[in-house]
């Protein structure tokens, strides 16, 4: 059996008030079509994107995927669209109908949705409503669907219908073929509705097999940027479930977001609010997370505590490390065990060895530190000469007096001490003080300037 996957991508999502096409809008830093796309990718299917206005933005977003393209140059209604998709299915597939602003829908929901098609029956996923209004409201006699009915050319017994159709079908492929090729506009939209083909499956003796949607968030469109926020926070809740099922403590669960992928690899675990976790984060056991954290693809080892207000991008974190308040640990950054990140830190590019500390306002770019290294606040290794940037090196078991400048290309020996307020662009030898410092001078009888 071959899948075969149409996604319904082409409206011009007026209601967003943006720019930007409809599907590219974000849930959890990612578009909702992608979200789409990723819901088959269990099944293998070949995927078809049906496009219209903003095309091109489109496609380009996607060009990573292996995605074919088809255009519906006039939007006339759902069936229209699916038409233009005809050329790419086989008589023998089973093609999923879903659309590109329904963001949420769950693989498991689809695989039982496919399972249920046969050459004697399709299948159809609905949700019951307490408030149905504006959905298609599905018809049944003797508890068998028999079609569905849109808002406008619904009668009044059929409008009190609770269960609605969400749009998402399963369907052999000569028959959808066949079905939307006999599609008419008969109706008050003038639209060639896609809900019209159950109908003619039922007079044709195909059985519609429903497969209920256990969260109706799940098959949720999103039309405006309000419908946007509510689905991306019920999408974060989710996250922040699954999270505390697995185990780790969230001060608050409606106050964290996940913008890709988030690891936990231990126990005990305790995010504080306000975090935001980006691209893939691995999280080890006993890892504390203060308030206000942005943390973005890295790799975070047992027991590192991230103190308040701290931003982590493309790093790993050895075991045991703290870091912040404050701090930003910023790409190529690769921090050993025990290592200490104080408050306003910048550490990029530079890997720092077992119980090393920068505690406080520094700038580490570019630079290869040994192990118990300690430096001083306000130092600063000086990795950029307009053009080129060079390294810094500082072994095992140097002190990096308060104050200090190394500017690159330069090298601190084996627990060599550099004193406060060094500029050094030399070589500092091991185990030997270096200062470089203008001589002190006090003038006697100096007098403040005053206005004139």
């Given at each position: 059996m071959t899948i075969k996957t149409i996604i319904l991508a082409a409206g011009k999502g007026t209601r967003m008030k943006s720019n930007k096409a409809k599907v590219l809008h974000e849930i959890a830093g990612k578009a909702m079509l992608q979200h789409v796309i990723e819901s088959v990718q269990p099944f293998n299917s070949d995927?078809?994107?049906?496009?219209?206005?903003?095309?091109?933005?489109?496609?380009?977003?996607?060009?990573?995927?292996?995605?074919?393209?088809?255009?519906?140059?006039?939007?006339?209604?759902?069936?229209?669209?699916?038409?233009?998709?005809?050329?790419?299915?086989?008589?023998?597939?089973v093609v999923l109908i879903l659309y590109g602003d329904v963001p949420l829908i769950q693989s498991k929901t689809l695989g039982k949705m496919v399972e249920s098609v046969s050459d004697t029956a399709m299948s159809l996923l609905t949700v019951k409503l307490n408030d149905p209004t504006g959905y298609g409201r599905i018809v049944r006699v003797d508890n068998k669907v028999s079609k569905i009915v849109e808002q406008k050319d619904a009668s009044g017994p059929e409008l009190l219908i609770k269960e609605v159709n969400t749009g998402i079908m399963a369907v052999k492929g000569d028959q959808l073929v066949s079905w939307v090729k006999m599609l008419r506009n008969d109706n008050a939209q003038t639209e060639y509705y896609l809900t019209d083909i159950i109908e003619t499956a039922v007079n044709e003796g195909v059985s519609i097999n429903t497969i209920q949607a256990e969260d109706e968030f799940e098959v949720?469109?999103?039309?405006?940027?309000?419908?946007?926020?509510?689905?991306?926070?019920?999408?974060?809740?989710?996250?922040?479930?699954?999270?505390?099922?697995?185990?780790?403590?969230?001060?608050?669960?409606?106050?964290?977001?996940?913008?890709?992928?988030?690891?936990?690899?231990?126990?005990?675990v305790f995010i504080d609010i306000n975090t935001v976790f980006l691209g893939h984060v691995s999280l080890g056991g006993h890892v504390h997370i203060g308030p206000n954290c942005v943390i973005e693809n890295a790799t975070i080892g047992e027991g590192v505590v991230i103190k308040a207000n701290s931003v982590l991008e493309n790093c790993v974190i050895g075991k045991n490390c703290t870091i912040g308040p404050f701090a930003r640990i910023r790409p190529g950054a690769d921090l050993a065990e025990d290592v200490h990140i104080g408050n306003f830190v910048e550490v990029k590019n530079t890997a720092i060895g077992e119980g090393s500390?920068?505690?406080?306002?520094?700038?580490?770019?570019?630079?290869?530190?040994?192990?118990?290294?300690n430096v001083g606040a306000g130092t600063i290794t000086c990795n950029y000469d307009g053009v080129n940037k060079h390294r810094t090196e500082?072994?095992?078991?140097?002190?990096?007096?308060?104050?200090?400048?190394?500017?690159?290309?330069?090298?601190v020996g084996e627990g060599a001490t550099l004193g406060a307020g060094t500029t050094l662009s030399k070589d500092a030898p091991a185990e030997a003080l270096t200062v470089s410092r203008a001589k002190q001078v006090t003038l006697n009888g100096w007098k403040k300037p005053t206005k004139s």
């Open positions: 995927v078809v994107v049906v496009y219209g206005h903003d095309g091109e933005q489109v496609k380009q977003q996607h060009s990573h995927l292996d995605i074919n393209w088809v255009e519906q140059a006039e939007q006339l209604g759902t069936g229209h669209a699916v038409l233009q998709a005809v050329d790419h299915i086989m008589s023998d597939d949720q469109g999103v039309n405006s940027k309000s419908q946007l926020c509510v689905l991306e926070r019920h999408y974060q809740l989710q996250q922040a479930e699954t999270l505390m099922n697995e185990g780790v403590t969230l001060a608050d669960s409606k106050r964290i977001d996940i913008r890709g992928k988030l690891a936990i690899t231990g126990h005990d500390k920068i505690n406080h306002l520094s700038y580490i770019g570019d630079a290869q530190i040994g192990k118990g290294v500082i072994k095992d078991g140097a002190f990096i007096g308060s104050g200090t400048q190394l500017v690159a290309p330069v090298s």
